[in-house]
């Protein structure tokens, strides 16, 4: 069975930083493609970052220098580190397993951004 379970989210102010992980069973976790994706109330789900099976990191205009995303191999865990938030990240955050024509999805972790 494969799981997907992302934490760390959490209520936190403008300008503060939280580090989400997201641990996966159930799959040969180093050959996947990793990302996080975000989905704001009324918004589609958008691509927050990504990682490759080799390392290799794509990350959207919008975080671009406030969010780094890394992976650990040997504990089936890929991190998404958020610096420096804003109001507009306020969204649920998932994690996805992505390899050949299998994807998956992790339940989502609620990050809100507010004074």
């Known amino acids: 069975q494969v799981q997907l379970v992302e934490s760390g989210g959490a209520l936190v102010q403008p300008g503060g930083s939280l580090r989400l992980s997201c641990a996966a069973s159930?799959?040969?976790?180093?050959?996947?493609?990793m990302g996080w994706y975000r989905q704001a109330p009324g918004k589609q789900r958008e691509l927050v970052a990504a990682?490759?099976?080799?390392?290799?990191?794509n990350t959207a205009d919008s975080v671009k220098g406030r969010f780094t995303i890394s992976r650990d191999n040997g504990k089936n865990t890929v991190h998404l580190q958020m610096n420096n938030l804003k109001p507009e990240d306020t969204a649920v955050y998932f994690c996805?397993?992505?390899?050949?024509?299998?994807?998956?999805w992790g339940q989502g972790t609620q990050v809100t951004v507010s004074s």
């Open positions: 996805n397993a992505k390899f050949s024509l299998r994807l998956y």
């Open positions: 990682i490759t099976r080799g390392g290799d990191t």
């Open positions: 159930g799959i040969s976790f180093s050959v996947y493609d």
